[in-house]
């Protein structure tokens, strides 16, 4: 009875090749379920890997960004500060007293390199002119814009640059004014406040100006001013959605209308500059490398300065301003050993506070 109650196991030993494939498939099981093994332990390592991965490229990418934000700043320091102090040598130290002239080989390197850049390096999309009456604003910009440009080339010939820098400091009280007059755009009292130190500061560094010249301080005040009513003007002009210019886009449409508007000009208030140019040219044979290195550093302060608004706040490009008229007026004076006071730094200092001020209050109370 026991014998027959043993339960036995199949007998596969009568059956050969139902042995061999029962052996197949449970070694084939065992392969699929190592492998199924290996699989899910590689995605683990994986996954493991991949976030550190993922956070070295975020801090590569950023590093990166850095560098280039840095190497555009320090581009357009020395853009903007290169050609204002080379604008002063060539002025009054070098002997080249054109200041129309320069002005106009400025804007058809503007004019040259704008085509360039946007035409052929497609740098930014090209935005046509679409109307007459835009190309008459755009034509009276460019008018405005020259005028602001050659008064401070003017000026540098009579002025240091240390005290050019500090009346151009005053730009944001001539917005205001102007913006007042031509919109009757308020801003708070507090905003207004903070602009008395602005004037106060420019008033205190002419008395304590060694080298202050009426007609150069006229000719620099005419300057900011026309440039503060430049911006409020493109502000109305170009307002609508279909007019607005991108900075490089205005600058190419109004370079070639400012050459044409400055050829006369220079003819008949600087007839000799072709023959006592050569003449120079003679004496200085550096004379046309400064000219052309000059008028493409003008050119280049443009391009930057578009390119560091376009990659920075309108918060930092304002601190980035400020801080670049103290380095130029820095720079300035060690190179060109200009006498300065105590009266003088006091008042650039108190100019440069209100316009921090200035901008601060009118972030805050829009």
Not at 76 to 83: A, H, L, Q, R, T
């Given at each position: 009875?026991?014998?027959?109650?043993?339960?036995?196991?199949?007998d596969?030993?009568?059956?050969?090749?139902?042995?061999?494939?029962?052996?197949?498939?449970?070694?084939?099981?065992?392969?699929?379920s190592?492998?199924?093994?290996?699989?899910?332990r590689?995605?683990k390592?994986?996954?493991?890997?991949?976030?550190?991965?993922?956070?070295?490229?975020?801090?590569?990418?950023?590093?990166?960004?850095?560098?280039?934000?840095?190497?555009?700043i320090?581009?357009?320091?020395?853009?903007?500060?290169?050609?204002?102090l080379?604008?002063?040598?060539?002025?009054?130290?070098?002997?080249?007293?054109?200041?129309?002239?320069?002005?106009?080989?400025?804007?058809?390197?503007?004019?040259?390199?704008s085509?360039?850049?946007?035409?052929?390096?497609?740098?930014?999309?090209?935005?046509?002119?679409?109307?007459?009456?835009?190309?008459?604003?755009?034509?009276?910009?460019?008018?405005?814009?020259?005028a602001?440009v050659?008064?401070?080339?003017?000026?540098?010939?009579?002025?240091?640059?240390?005290?050019?820098?500090?009346v151009?400091?005053?730009?944001?009280?001539?917005?205001?004014?102007?913006?007042?007059i031509?919109?009757?755009?308020?801003?708070?009292?507090?905003?207004?406040?903070?602009?008395?130190?602005?004037?106060?500061?420019?008033?205190?560094?002419?008395?304590?100006?060694?080298?202050?010249?009426?007609?150069?301080?006229?000719?620099c005040?005419?300057?900011?001013?026309?440039?503060?009513?430049?911006?409020?003007?493109?502000?109305?002009?170009?307002?609508?959605?279909?007019?607005?210019?991108?900075?490089m886009?205005?600058?190419?449409?109004m370079?070639?209308?400012?050459?044409?508007?400055l050829?006369?000009?220079?003819?008949?208030?600087?007839?000799?500059?072709?023959?006592?140019?050569?003449?120079?040219?003679?004496?200085?044979?550096?004379?046309?490398?400064?000219?052309?290195?000059?008028?493409?550093?003008?050119?280049?302060?443009?391009?930057?300065?578009?390119?560091?608004?376009?990659?920075?706040?309108?918060?930092?490009?304002?601190?980035?301003?400020?801080?670049?008229?103290?380095?130029?007026?820095?720079?300035?004076?060690?190179i060109?050993?200009?006498?300065?006071?105590?009266?003088?730094?006091?008042?650039y200092?108190?100019?440069?506070l209100?316009?921090?001020?200035?901008?601060?209050?009118?972030?805050?109370?829009?």
């Open positions: 009875c026991r014998s027959m109650l043993q339960v036995r196991g199949p596969f030993s009568r059956f050969p090749f139902l042995s061999l494939s029962l052996s197949l498939c449970l070694s084939s099981a065992q392969r699929i190592i492998s199924t093994r290996k699989r899910k590689k995605r390592r994986k996954k493991k890997e991949k976030k550190p991965r993922s956070e070295n490229a975020a801090m590569s990418s950023s590093k990166k960004q850095t560098l280039f934000i840095s190497t555009l320090i581009s357009w320091y020395s853009s903007n500060i290169g050609v204002l080379l604008n002063k040598f060539l002025l009054s130290n070098y002997g080249f007293k054109f200041p129309i002239f320069l002005t106009m080989c400025h804007m058809s390197a503007c004019a040259i390199l085509y360039i850049s946007i035409v052929f390096l497609k740098l930014v999309p090209l935005q046509s002119l679409k109307s007459r009456s835009q190309f008459l604003k755009v034509a009276t910009l460019s008018i405005v814009f020259c602001s050659v008064g401070g080339n003017i000026s540098l010939r009579y002025l240091p640059v240390s005290f050019n820098q500090a151009g400091a005053t730009t944001p009280f001539f917005t205001a004014l102007f913006a007042y031509m919109t009757l755009k308020r801003e708070a009292w507090v905003t207004y406040g903070a602009l008395v130190p602005v004037v106060a500061g420019v008033v205190i560094a002419s008395g304590g100006e060694p080298g202050f010249h009426w007609f150069g301080f006229i000719m005040i005419s300057a900011t001013a026309a440039r503060a009513f430049k911006s409020v003007l493109q502000g109305i002009l170009l307002s609508s959605e279909g007019e607005k210019l991108n900075s886009n205005l600058m190419l449409y370079s070639p209308i400012a050459v044409i508007a050829l006369p000009v220079t003819l008949v208030m600087e007839p000799d500059v072709i023959s006592l140019t050569l003449t120079l040219a003679k004496q200085h044979q550096y004379m046309w490398i400064l000219l052309l290195v000059n008028s493409v550093m003008a050119y280049s302060a443009n391009l930057l300065n578009f390119l560091v608004t376009k990659h920075t706040s309108a918060l930092t490009l304002q601190v980035l301003g400020n801080a670049k008229g103290a380095v130029a007026v820095v720079i300035s004076i060690l060109f050993q200009n006498p300065v006071t105590v009266m003088g730094i006091g008042g200092s108190i100019t440069v209100g316009v921090v001020a200035y901008g601060e209050t009118k972030r805050r109370f829009r």
